[in-house]
């Protein structure tokens, strides 16, 4: 089945481009036919890793818009998933995505799911407490096949259990309803600033023999 990872949290620097970077890795490793799509075009981080990228298209939306003109926004969007062969496609979307995600997940997951996607939304869990209050109300990750909250661990040096996620009822409540738990391991500061001056080069390929890094930033 075709798959649309859906890198969601509605703040900003909890981890989302990471997140839709290793995903995006993970769909070239598998050979599938991978397309990246920014919604944060402001900053466009996740775009500029993969642009020209052999085995990747990347497409640029404005998803941090609300009302009509999100509709349009999403509506362009699946025109060009429809017309593409993509099988494999890894949205990045921008801090306050709920107005354009959560405000059109009625179009968004049933014409994903017609297209033979199967949606899944990663929420990135941030340090506030309205973190919970916004995951168990997000509409897309209610409707969508699969959900996960990923703790980013580089994000928690100041509250290494995160309040939403160590507090009963909020985890709960997520678990309850389908969701799963996962995290992305801290990455030390040096080997992250290494990742930032290679740019358009897979994290894969980062890692991999042929890398232009040193051995033990590789293992790292």
């Known amino acids: 089945m075709k798959t649309l990872i859906v890198c969601h949290g509605d703040k900003g620097g909890v981890g989302k481009s990471i997140f839709a970077m290793l995903t995006a890795d993970y769909?070239?490793?598998?050979?599938?036919?991978t397309t990246v799509i920014e919604g944060d075009i402001k900053i466009g981080d996740v775009a500029k890793r993969y642009q020209g990228v052999s085995?990747?298209?990347?497409?640029?939306?404005?998803?941090?818009?609300?009302?009509r003109d999100a509709e349009n926004a999403i509506t362009s969007l699946f025109r060009q998933l429809e017309d593409s062969e993509a099988d494999f496609v890894v949205l990045n979307?921008?801090?306050?995505?709920?107005k354009a995600l959560d405000s059109q997940a009625e179009i968004i997951v049933p014409v994903a799911q017609d297209l033979e996607f199967e949606v899944c939304?990663?929420?990135?869990?941030?340090?506030?407490?309205?973190c919970a209050r916004l995951a168990n109300l997000s509409v897309i990750c209610e409707m969508a096949d699969k959900k996960i909250a990923v703790i980013n661990r580089h994000e928690s040096q100041y509250d290494p259990d995160f309040f939403w996620l160590s507090d009963k009822t909020d985890r709960d409540i997520w678990v309850k309803s389908g969701g799963m738990l996962g995290e992305?391991?801290?990455?030390?500061?040096?080997?992250?600033?290494?990742?930032?001056?290679?740019?358009?080069?897979?994290?894969?390929?980062?890692?991999?023999?042929?890398?232009?890094?040193?051995l033990v930033d590789r293992q790292v």
């Open 27 to 33: 769909g070239l490793q598998c050979g599938r036919s």
């Open 121 to 130: 939304v990663a929420w990135m869990v941030g340090l506030e407490e309205s």
């Open 184 to 214: 992305i391991p801290d990455l030390a500061s040096r080997v992250a600033a290494k990742l930032k001056e290679n740019q358009g080069v897979p994290l894969a390929f980062l890692a991999s023999k042929d890398s232009p890094l040193h």
């Open 55 to 67: 085995g990747v298209s990347v497409l640029g939306i404005d998803l941090d818009k609300s009302g």
């Open 93 to 98: 979307a921008p801090a306050n995505a709920h």
